[in-house]
């Protein structure tokens, strides 16, 4: 299984953004039934959570992204996205897209967003 992530980019604050990630060689039946989110890491920072599907298909979000991202999935296409909207400066940074299938975690390899005041 290999999570490819892209989307990335650099934007003003206020623009919006979409990342996608794609499991290619994850079988349909467990993508759908995975746990999978998205997760910022910044310089000295820890990687951070920043929204997640679970695996019941509930959503959460962090606090400071709340009514401006979006997380969502296509189950036939093995996607999941990110869309960001409003965007700040804070949220620059490596997003890395994850799946975790039975506690075992799999990672993209990060695309790049940065936010220019």
């Known amino acids: 299984v290999q999570l490819q992530a892209s989307g990335g980019g650099s934007v003003q604050a206020g623009g919006s953004l979409k990342l996608s990630c794609v499991a290619n060689?994850?079988?349909?039946?467990?993508?759908?039934?995975?746990?999978m989110g998205w997760y910022r890491q910044t310089p000295g920072k820890q990687r951070e959570l920043v929204a997640e599907f679970t695996s019941d298909g509930k959503t959460n979000y962090q606090d400071s992204v709340k009514g401006r991202f979006t997380i969502s999935k296509n189950n036939s296409r093995k996607t999941v996205y990110l869309q960001m909207n409003d965007l700040e400066p804070e949220d620059t940074g490596v997003y890395y897209c994850?799946?975790?299938?039975?506690?075992?975690?799999?990672w993209g390899q990060g695309t790049l967003v940065t936010v220019s005041s």
């Open positions: 994850n799946i975790q299938v039975w506690s075992r975690d799999y």
């Open positions: 060689g994850m079988i349909w039946s467990t993508f759908t039934a995975s746990r």
